[in-house]
Every structure is written in structure tokens, then in C-alpha cells.
Nanobody, 128 residues
Framework: VQLQASGGGLVQAGGSLRLSCEGS????????IAWFRQAPGKEREGVSC?????????MYVDSVRGRFTISRDNAKKAVYLQMSNLKPEDTAQYYC?????????????????????WGTGTPVTVST
């Protein structure tokens, strides 16, 4: 199981970015996939999650709800995080993650769930 996150960059406040999480070695469409972020000096935070294709539910942390949208493209074996109206406090390293126990189910409570597989991070920097 491998996950690769990409799409980060430097953007001004109010701007947008789309992060991609591509999977290999497993059927990404059959697993719930989550996005986490970690800012310098802060704890890692669960940002968003999308359930497996048979479930399809989505969840967002309060601080991004209404600004971020998670989606998946099964043909491309990818999950996306569209981030709009970005704020300086969104600056962080962003990671996608999953676990074998997230097969064919919806999103867990990201604050307490132990993810097994983590993608390489992609940095997001939002300037004022």
C-alpha cells in the first residue's frame, strides 16, 4: 500500500489549491481516505475524510468546513482535497492516510483513529 500526496504550494490568503492523493498497491476506491495536516510546533490534525466508494460519506473539521471539499476519482485511483478561501492558519504539511480496517466503510473519528498508511506530505503555505 502506497499513498502519494501532491499539489501543495505557496498561495496568498483567499486563494485556492487542490491536493491530490494517489494510491498504488491497493484498491483505493474501496477504502476511506483521510487528510491530515501538521503545522510547525503543533499536533497533527485530521482535516477531512471520504468514505469508501460504497459509503461515500464525507467529514470535515470545523475550521475548514465550507472552504474545503473532498472528492474521489476511482478511475484515477485518487482522492482530492479542494481548498478554497485559504487562510494563513491553513499553513501546514498535508498528508493523506488510510488503514486496512477502513475497507468498505465510512469515515472514523479522526481524532482517535490509528491510521496505518501515510502518504508523503505536501506543503501548503498561505501568505497574508
Amino acid at each position: 500500500v502506497q499513498l502519494q500526496a501532491s499539489g501543495g504550494g505557496l498561495v496568498q490568503a483567499g486563494g485556492s489549491l487542490r491536493l491530490s492523493c494517489e494510491g498504488s498497491g491497493f484498491s483505493l476506491e474501496n477504502f476511506a481516505i483521510a487528510w491530515f495536516r501538521q503545522a510547525p510546533g503543533k499536533e497533527r490534525e485530521g482535516v477531512s475524510c471520504i468514505g469508501s466508494s460504497t459509503d461515500g460519506n464525507t467529514m470535515y473539521v470545523d475550521s475548514v468546513r465550507g472552504r474545503f471539499t473532498i472528492s474521489r476519482d476511482n478511475a484515477k485511483k485518487a482522492v482530492y482535497l479542494q481548498m478554497s478561501n485559504l487562510k494563513p492558519e491553513d499553513t501546514a504539511q498535508y498528508y493523506c492516510a488510510t488503514a486496512l480496517s477502513l475497507w468498505n466503510r465510512g469515515c472514523p473519528n479522526l481524532r482517535h483513529y490509528r491510521m496505518e498508511y501515510w502518504g508523503t506530505g505536501t506543503p501548503v503555505t498561505v501568505s497574508t
